[in-house]
């Protein structure tokens, strides 16, 4: 018998069952890892496979396999998901496998019935599925049945951990398990699963933190790629699709962009998901596929899934996803980038280039399921540069960074890293707070014990805890007893009454849109009535606000427009940028650029080739205007600012500019391009400097939801620590030519 038949045969017959109804003739590798891992060790587990491998049942099978003949009178398994529609999806699918086994599923998250809770609280058994906000409210409001509800908890599952290492939410989960272990006294098996991890062992630490348990981790077979890959670009003025070609200056602007015609033939008769990289393009796209439909007489196939929408109009496009009898294309956001079985899609479109090659790699593999390899279009699309545009506007930018992400993937398996936050004190306000709100008054010795021991805030010193401490204090957000204990102040009472406490990310203050009873979504500030704006791919018209009740109510009607949500996006790897330059300087032919793609890389490298900003990371724009080229990711692209703001009274430089993390601009009038250099060099070039003699003590970079609690010192220590690289921007300036 084989190591894989006796891994079989130990599951029960309900696991037996729904293998052989699937039809799968064997057991992948990952789940043969996994089940060694659960039915012979004590340890945790990360696993780390491609996109529709199988790692939730890999999880699964022997996690049940285990709890299946014992009747423990708590939660057994604590599934926690970052997203709503991922545990809805999973409860689904964990419901299927367990309907002959008795085993109980609860999904747990503000869109679920209070009475489905209610029997979970009542009789605690079996799964619980979660989402960190709804286990934040549990922890601080039932911190009395925390016990009860987990005394025999022994698995915990954190579901698709790459969006969760490194921050503020993350951590927050790491917090949450280690009071519950200290709750209940011991320390539950952590369970990770993520698709794409470019660090394992750094992974592995951070899903372990706290439980001295060792993490056993599924290595990634390097399989052969097999991808069919796209990218077509196109201008904006340009209605021609084929744009090779001069254009007719006489011509006039087509009604329909050429751009987006090119998108709508890619998922004709497809069922497809079409990326953005903002709920703005996401909303634009959908809206403008759906006008090319109207106007061609096609059937409207487009649904639109994104965090503001409502949980009816998600779900109904998760739901049309995935019947195979539907004909549908979905325009999403990173809401559709993680697990959900939404089945077998035959292309994903991407609209200009994902932030990361975790992006990519993730959207990628929603395609190609069943054995048919991932199919990916991206399209880029640009107002075409005018003969006088400045030299930094004649580059592709995104393009450039697209075939960066996906050569990187090609040559090197490049994948980010996780990142470690060492002083998170939003988060460290937060936990403070929700630590008071669930235990009552507490000294200062034993709350700072108590928060200070949880893994996330290992860096944080415990005078800068004490300053933190104090700051509350004086606003009135703790308040101090003739006993001298802390309990929490009125100012932090508001905070705590309102259910966004629980989040530990930023959100605002949004107003519900309604068109006669059906909730469509949220927006951030409605408009004033009779004016319109767009929402799930469609066009409102504003017809009452209610403020007080927060509600916007409108109808339907016929047009395109743009919205737009606050927010910002994530960082860019140096990798990335590193690639991008090479791209722009090497004569590769990437057999994956359409016609019109090739040629608008092969004009930007003459531009490159012609200015020589692919060997000087100086460029002189005329005047007293330069261009600076540093070839740095998002950090230490932020630094090297900080670095040349040091020296700009020295050197007479002002109005410095900049876009994203490819260059920047700014007027020197002291100097040129080679005493730049010299005087960077001999400022920095020898030491490098400590990241916060950088920070301005006059700045409070303000980023996470709670840092407007915490004081400036803290905010300019915590800024320099997880948002600054000096070390790398030194690096880099001593390569500069």
Not at 38 to 66: H, M
Not at 378 to 388: A, K, Q
Not at 476 to 501: C, D, P, Q, W
Request: net charge negative.
């Amino acid at each position: 018998m084989t190591e894989a038949d006796r891994i079989f045969m130990k599951f029960p017959d309900f696991i037996r069952e729904y293998i052989y109804s699937h039809s799968w003739d064997s057991l992948r590798d990952v789940q043969l890892f996994a089940a060694d891992c659960i039915f012979n060790t004590d340890n945790n587990l990360l696993l780390t496979s491609s996109t529709a491998s199988g790692k939730t049942e890999a999880a699964f099978f022997p996690i049940l396999t285990d709890i299946y003949n014992e009747t423990p009178e708590s939660v057994a398994v604590l599934y926690i998901a970052p997203l709503k529609s991922l545990i809805n999806d999973q409860f689904f699918r964990i419901e299927e496998l367990l309907d002959e086994s008795g085993i109980k599923v609860t999904h747990w998250h503000g869109d679920v019935a209070a009475s489905q809770k209610k029997k979970l609280l009542e009789r605690p058994e079996g799964i619980l599925q979660i989402t960190p906000e709804s286990l934040e409210a549990m922890l601080i409001n039932r911190s009395n049945d925390i016990p009860r509800l987990f005394s025999q908890l022994k698995y915990v599952v954190i579901d698709e951990i790459h969006t969760l290492m490194g921050s503020d939410r993350g951590n927050q989960i790491i917090c949450q398990l280690a009071r519950i272990e200290r709750s209940i006294g011991r320390s539950p098996r952590r369970v990770g699963l993520s698709a794409t991890i470019g660090n394992p062992s750094l992974a592995a630490q951070w899903l372990s933190a706290g439980t001295h348990r060792k993490t056993d981790i599924s290595s990634q077979p390097s399989e052969k790629i097999r991808w069919r890959l796209g990218m077509e670009h196109f201008y904006i003025q340009n209605s021609e699709l084929d744009q090779t070609k001069n254009k007719d200056a006489d011509k006039e602007k087509a009604e329909l962009d050429a751009g987006y015609e090119y998108i709508y033939e890619c998922v004709g008769n497809t069922k497809s998901l079409v990326f953005s990289n903002s709920r703005e393009e996401t909303e634009y796209v959908c809206a403008t596929l759906r006008q090319i439909a109207r106007k061609r007489g096609d059937k409207d196939v487009f649904l639109i899934h994104h965090g503001n929408l409502s949980a009816a109009l998600r779900e109904e496009a998760e739901m049309k996803m995935r019947d195979e009898d539907i004909m549908a294309v979905t325009c999403a956001t990173v809401t559709m980038e993680l697990g959900i079985d939404i089945g077998r899609l035959e292309r994903i479109v991407q609209v200009d280039a994902p932030n990361s090659v975790s992006a990519f790699l993730q959207r990628l593999g929603r395609s190609g399921r069943r054995g048919q390899p991932p199919e990916m279009m991206m399209v880029f699309r640009e107002e075409e540069p005018l003969p006088n545009a400045p030299l930094p506007q004649l580059i592709p930018w995104g393009l450039v960074r697209a075939i960066a992400i996906v050569q990187l993937y090609i040559e090197e398996r490049f994948i980010e890293p996780p990142s470690w936050k060492k002083q998170p004190y939003s988060l460290l306000f937060h936990q403070t707070l929700s630590t008071l709100a669930a235990m009552g008054e507490l000294s200062a010795a034993k709350l700072a014990e108590m928060v200070l021991s949880l893994p996330p805030f290992r860096d944080v010193s415990k005078e800068s805890y004490k300053q933190l401490l104090v700051s509350m204090l004086n606003h009135e957000l703790l308040e101090m007893t003739e006993e001298k204990g802390l309990i929490v102040g009125l100012a932090a009472e508001r905070l705590l009454n309102s259910y966004k406490f629980y989040a530990v990310f930023n959100d605002s203050e949004d107003f519900t849109v309604r068109c006669e009873s059906e909730e469509i979504g949220t927006i951030t500030t409605p408009p004033p009535v009779g004016d319109r704006f767009a929402l799930a791919g469609k066009v409102w018209e504003v017809l009452e606000t209610d403020v007080g009740r927060r509600l916007v109510y409108v109808k339907g009607v016929e047009g395109k427009m743009e919205i737009s949500w606050p927010g910002e996006f994530g960082e860019v790897h140096t990798k990335i940028l590193e690639r991008m330059r090479r791209v722009l300087t090497e004569e590769t032919v990437y057999p994956y650029l359409k016609e019109n793609a090739v040629e608008r890389l092969r004009v930007a490298r003459e531009v490159v080739k012609r200015t020589g900003m692919g060997e000087k990371n100086l460029v002189h724009l005329g005047g007293y205007t330069y261009c600076l080229f540093p070839w740095l990711g998002t950090r230490s692209f932020r630094t090297m600012r900080k670095m040349i703001s040091a020296i700009a009274p020295t050197l007479g430089i002002s109005g410095m500019d900049f876009e994203g993390c490819y260059y920047m601009t700014f007027r020197m009038e002291k100097s040129d391009e080679n005493g730049f250099i010299r005087a960077m060099k001999a400022y920095f070039g020898n030491n490098v400097p400590n990241p916060l003699s950088l920070v301005s003590p006059k700045e409070l970079p303000s980023f996470e939801k709670y840092d407007e609690y915490v004081p400036g010192e803290l905010l300019r220590l915590a800024y320099a620590a997880d948002r600054l690289n000096a070390e790398e921007a030194c690096e880099r300036l001593r390569q500069f030519k």
